[in-house]
Nanobody, 116 residues
Framework: QRQVVESGGGLVQPGGSLRLSCATS????????MGWYRQAPGKQRELVAS???????NYVDSVKGRFTISRDNAVRTAYLQMDNLKPEDTAVYYC??????????WGQGTQVTVSS
């Protein structure tokens, strides 16, 4: 059974840090591009960061220099280290595992709230 499960969300003050984890099972993890998306209330879901099978990374401009995506193929898990968090980072964060155009697996999402 294919599973994508996020964890690590929570409430943090502005300037704080969180580390999200995305644990997978049932997929050939090392071949998949892993992505972190977020969706704030009333807004469309956006791609925050992605890491390809060769570990090349991409980030949306608003998080460059603050967020770091990584992967550990041995434990089939992707991570998103979020530093210097801002209130505008508040959203539900979703993990996506993608292989080509047709194979996409989503997690259930984890809430990140940045507030004082």
């Amino acid at each position: 059974q294919r599973q994508v499960v996020e964890s690590g969300g929570g409430l943090v003050q502005p300037g704080g840090s969180l580390r999200l984890s995305c644990a997978t099972s049932g997929i050939a993890f090392s071949f998949f591009t892993m992505g972190w998306y977020r969706q704030a209330p009333g807004k469309q879901r956006e791609l925050v960061a992605s890491i390809a099978s060769n570990s090349s990374t991409n980030y949306v401009d608003s998080v460059k220099g603050r967020f770091t995506i990584s992967r550990d193929n041995a434990v089939r898990t992707a991570y998103l280290q979020m530093d210097n968090l801002k209130p505008e980072d508040t959203a539900v964060y979703y993990c996506n595992a993608a292989l080509g155009a047709t194979r996409h697996f989503w997690g259930q999402g984890t809430q990140v709230t940045v507030s004082s």
